[in-house]
Nanobody, 122 residues
Framework: QVQLVESGGGLVQPGGSLRLSCAAS????????MRWYRQAPGNQRELVAS???????NYADSVKGRFTISRDNAKNTAYLQMNSLKPEDTAVYYC????????????????WGQGTQVTVSS
């Protein structure tokens, strides 16, 4: 089994910063991509940022210049550094991984963490 565990959420004032972590463990051969999604009440889940094993990154327009995604391949861990936070960043943030469980298995994209709450409020 594969587990993704997020941490680092919390309450922060507008303009503040938080760093989220997502640690993957279990039966993992290799992780191709790790992604951060978020879902605010009443909204659909949206992709915030993604990073491939080789380090290629993509960001949603709403977070460009404020958020930075990174990963430590040796630790199977991804990070999301969030700066200049705004109230509209308030959401549950979810980690997603696209990986292979062994050398012959196909890439699978349905591994999710439990989510971590980020609240930006004064």
């Amino acid at each position: 089994q594969v587990q993704l565990v997020e941490s680092g959420g919390g309450l922060v004032q507008p303009g503040g910063s938080l760093r989220l972590s997502c640690a993957a463990s279990g039966r993992i051969f290799s992780i191709y991509a790790m992604r951060w999604y978020r879902q605010a009440p009443g909204n659909q889940r949206e992709l915030v940022a993604s990073i491939t094993r080789g380090g290629s990154v993509n960001y949603a327009d709403s977070v460009k210049g404020r958020f930075t995604i990174s990963r430590d391949n040796a630790k199977n861990t991804a990070y999301l550094q969030m700066n200049s936070l705004k109230p509209e960043d308030t959401a549950v943030y979810y980690c997603n991984a696209e990986l292979r469980v062994d050398i012959v298995a196909p890439l699978e994209n349905n591994y999710w963490g439990q989510g971590t709450q980020v609240t930006v409020s004064s």
